[in-house]
């Protein structure tokens, strides 16, 4: 390697220089270690700079240490000089020390985030469980409003939910058309016989601005009406009927005669000892709570169960016929594991199953709608002569009191 003579003379000098200040530092060094006397003049030609009184490792450490105090490495008690060691550095047993509070520190630090965390985390499940609470409150109060049927609906003649003796019942259904061939009933063709519970009932109203067809809002309709019956029925249980005691109502211009259907649980055991009410009338009671607008059956104030068995002008006419039944009416009963929804098509037409709903609902069991309306076995496939005549007398007679009614008011 050619060392030219311009860099042996730089370095030349800078060798001189720095062997200036090591003679320097060492003289300062030494008259500080053997002076007593603090006001002892120095001389100015041997004064160091104070860039030349710099100790830089020194300086540099203490850098150090601070920054390990800030980083939290280092307590700051460990800066005393007391626990240095005899060349300024930290002695083995204060560099322990300090790892092992850097350790202590720092599995403190990893407690404190591991707190933080699991604080976070039972936030979050606390959050969590009370969103589950408020969710499953909306749920409760969803429930509760489907307790009442509200699509928008207009109730209609031409549907009822009611008690009728299931086809199963045949000495009932035979023992009951007999009485309305011989009293005329003006209802045999149109109505089976029966006990309403609501009546008139719901029918769709249709939203004619609404995208959805006209099939689609029915389907929606049957939908939710199948929820709040199936709710009904799920609270009931089959209950037996049995008819042997009849009553009249009417006045002068109008009289009829019905049955009055008794009854009871089949089994004590799904008897409730804390309800004194009639299965039948619990079971209208929970039905008029699922549709509060069907309250007909209590104009009275209260609803008492009866089977039509016949029209008549006027209450006396209803009263010989009450008599008449009673000299050779044998009880009657049979059993009640559900109750129907009937539709009729027109004024003229006869009621016949839209819906069965089976009492106390299982898996194996249903609210099933039927395509179209299916008539009961036992009733007459046309109306007969006698029974037109009848019907159209009970109409006019309707009239002309609506009218004299219009009149006097």
Known sequence: MKVTPSALTAFCLSS??????????????????TSTDSSQPINPAQAPLAEDR??????????????KIELGLMSGENTASADDGDDGMPSASNERSSRENAMENGRKAALEF?????DDENGKNKTQATEEKSNESLETTIRKCHDQFTLPSRKSHC??????????????????????????????YRWP???NLLYPFLEPNFDKESEKSKEEQVSEFRKELIVSLTSVAAQCQPFDVEIDTFGTF?????????????SKYSSPAADDDDCDEEPLITLQTFLEKHFPTCTDQ???GSFTPHITLSHYANITDALEAKEQV???WESVSFHVPEFYLLQRIGDEGQFKILAKIPLGLQEEKEVYFFDEPLAFPAMPGHEDEWVYSERIAMKNRRKINFKRGKKFT
Do not use: Y
């Open 16 to 33: 001189r220089r720095r062997h200036q200040l090591l003679s320097t530092l060492r003289a300062a060094t030494s008259n500080d270690s």
């Open 250 to 262: 009417g006045d002068k211009t109008r009289g009829v005669l019905w049955a009055r259907p008794k």
């Open 159 to 188: 549907l009822t939910i009611c008690l009728v003796p299931p086809p199963s019942a045949a000495a009932a259904w035979e023992r009951r058309n007999d009485v309305r061939r011989e009293l005329k009933d003006p209802g045999f």
């Open 193 to 195: 016989p029966h006990a």
């Open 298 to 300: 209590r104009k009275q």
């Open 54 to 67: 710099k100790d830089w490792f020194v300086d540099g450490r203490d850098t150090a240490r601070r920054l």
């Open 114 to 118: 591991l707190k933080s965390f699991s």
């Open 326 to 328: 009673e000299s050779k």
